[in-house]
Nanobody
Framework: QVQLVESGGGLVQAGGSLRLSCAASGHTFSSYAMGWFRQAPGKEREFVAAISYSGVGTSYADSVKGRFTISRDNTKNTVYLQMNSLKPEDTAVYFC?????????????????WGQGTQVTVSS
């Protein structure tokens, strides 16, 4: 199993930036492909970005493409989400997730382990 802890959320004005981190422990981090999802109040959890085991491959939701960047450092057991040009509609709880088998997939049910989430609020 792997344990995931997100950090870096907060309140930011529209147009600003935040970097989220997700620290993993408990198993070989490079054995997991990683993803970021988000959930706004009253809405379903939605895919944001994913990264392959080594970090070479990435995938993004259309709504964040060109503004967000996912990366990972396997020496630090951490995955990051750099968020630039933030918009009020990016406001949500952001979750990182890990999967052993299904790299770069956009479906929440295919991820085996989840963090507790970190709140991101973008004011207009």
């Amino acid at each position: 199993q792997v344990q995931l802890v997100e950090s870096g959320g907060g309140l930011v004005q529209a147009g600003g930036s935040l970097r989220l981190s997700c620290a993993a422990s408990g198993h070989t981090f490079s054995s997991y492909a990683m993803g970021w999802f988000r959930q706004a109040p009253g809405k379903e959890r939605e895919f944001v970005a994913a990264i392959s085991y080594s970090g070479v491959g990435t995938s993004y939701a259309d709504s964040v493409k060109g503004r967000f960047t996912i990366s990972r450092d396997n020496t630090k057991n951490t995955v990051y989400l750099q968020m630039n040009s933030l918009k009020p509609e990016d406001t949500a709880v952001y979750f990182c997730a890990a999967t052993e088998k299904y790299a770069l997939n956009h479906y929440a049910y295919m991820y085996d382990f989840w963090g507790q989430g970190t709140q991101v609020t973008v004011s207009s």
